[in-house]
């Protein structure tokens, strides 16, 4: 329904209020009209005044105006009217409405091969009970949604192949656990290990299939090791070993540049140092000396690096946090002016500044800091056309900033040695990518809008 059909609006004594509004990526809308003067002439609606002025609130959507609440001017009789249920606070519905859907999107990404159908079914009937309000940004949202439905789909489908894949592996190790041909055995093994961590996650049969796994590859180097035990020959052979690998790990730590990667090679190096058996009893302290020298030499020297990088976090933390409140101080005080607009973009510059927060806390604080940001820059959308221009460089430092996020994502990614962990990295890279596509389309509406 738009206003300009209405009975009695002159454009010439309306009063038109257009706001912009990103949460359904819409506009919201008031029409005073109808209003007139001591003489029953027609006048300019004022807001507040008593002229009888009627007044239209709504929303714009895709070119589709929807009313919210109709008065109709006195002269017609000052009834109102409800375009919904919610009456006045149908706008603060929509925006409930419509986050709302936006938090499921993002529940149903965090999703893994794991979730059980239930869970999700549940999820589309959270999402079905959410009225539609047919706004362009809720058939974005539905888009997404289905979207990350089926991509969920079709991890769960290929985490069913890998799980098949596995269980094949678990059969040849079950069928090499017995074997005595050493040396051919240890290799097969290892390489069945290479294949079983190309495959990929096989979902809620993974715990259950390593394990099996695990325990063939234990049975057959417990076998190995009890055959050698009492051979000279063999010793002679493990004292070399463990003396090669005494000097690989001690030459690993002194060129380590990655801690994350050179723990799991801790723990594959040990597996190996076990899997050599005894060197002999005057051998074996000293060798074990060495060896283990070694690695709590890495393991202090790593638990130095990650409090070092802890304390980093925090202190970036604390300055993210003092800016977050100067920002709301500037918000609060209601003042757009030239020097507030400065301190605002100040602040970007020092938050840039304040560094890296951890991958627990960098995003939520981000969240923060640009939802109290947009506050003040939606503020000035729409006063004059330089404030597209400043909105315009604000995407363009947002653009930047998830540059530098995903590129510090994508180098942590080498320092985490945990597979769900890994995998939630990847996903928040794939985030921030998407969010960095819509950061571009945003870019280009507003240079077409100041052109």
């Not at 159908?117 to 706004?135: V, Y």
């Not at 996650?201 to 390593?210: C, D, R, S, V």
């Not at 899997?275 to 393991?299: C, H």
Request: charge should be negative; aromatic fraction near 10%; glycine fraction near 6%.
């Amino acid at each position: 329904m738009d206003w300009k059909t209405l009975q009695g609006y002159e454009e010439k004594y309306a009063k038109v209020t257009i706001k912009s509004h990103k949460t359904f990526d819409g506009k919201v809308i008031e029409v005073l009209y109808g209003a007139v003067d001591e003489k029953g002439q027609p006048t300019l609606a004022v807001e507040g005044h008593e002229d009888g002025h009627g007044r239209w609130y709504g929303i714009e959507s895709n070119g589709e105006y929807t009313m919210l609440v109709w008065q109709k001017p006195a002269s017609q009789g000052g009834d109102i009217e409800y375009g919904t249920e919610f009456k006045e606070n149908a706008v603060e519905e929509l925006e409930k409405d419509v986050r709302h859907k936006q938090d499921l999107c993002r529940q149903v990404e965090t999703l893994n091969a794991g979730t059980s159908e239930e869970e999700i079914e549940a999820i589309k009937k959270e999402w079905e009970a959410i009225p539609d309000w047919k706004t362009a940004k809720e058939q974005e949202y539905k888009t997404w949604f289905e979207a990350s439905l089926e991509k969920l789909k079709m991890r769960k489908e290929k985490a069913v192949q890998n799980a098949s894949l596995k269980e094949t592996l678990v059969q040849k190790a079950e069928e090499l656990k017995n074997s005595t041909a050493w040396k051919d055995t240890q290799e097969a093994f290892r390489q069945l290990q290479e294949q079983w961590q190309d495959i990929g996650h096989a979902g809620e049969k993974e715990n259950t299939l390593w394990e099996s796994f695990k325990k063939a590859r234990k049975e057959f180097n417990k076998s190995r090791k009890e055959y050698f035990a009492n051979l000279d020959t063999v010793r002679g052979e493990a004292k070399l070993k463990k003396e090669e690998l005494i000097k690989l790990v001690q030459e690993a730590v002194e060129k380590n540049v990655n801690y994350n990667a050179l723990s799991s090679k801790m723990d594959e190096w040990m597996n190996d140092w076990k899997a050599l058996g005894s060197a002999g009893r005057e051998w074996d302290d000293q060798l074990w000396e060495a060896f283990n020298g070694a690695r709590q030499k890495f393991f202090a020297e790593r638990k130095e690096f990650f409090k070092k990088r802890n304390e980093e976090f925090s202190a970036s933390l604390a300055k993210k946090n003092a800016l977050i409140e100067q920002a709301k101080e500037i918000v609060a005080s209601g003042n757009l002016d030239k020097e507030n607009t400065e301190k605002m973009k100040s602040l970007d510059v020092a938050w840039r500044e304040a560094g890296y927060s951890g991958r627990k806390d960098n995003d939520r604080i981000w969240e923060e800091f640009k939802a109290v940001k947009e506050q003040f820059w939606d503020a000035k959308h729409g006063a004059n056309q330089q404030r597209f221009q400043d909105i315009l460089a604000h995407k363009e430092e947002l653009t930047e900033s998830l540059r530098k996020e995903i590129n510090q994502l994508q180098e942590d990614v080498f320092q985490v040695d945990d597979y769900e962990e890994v995998h939630e990295m990847e996903r928040q890279i794939s985030r921030k990518k998407a969010m960095l596509e819509q950061i571009k389309d945003d870019i280009e509406d507003l240079k077409n809008k100041i052109n």
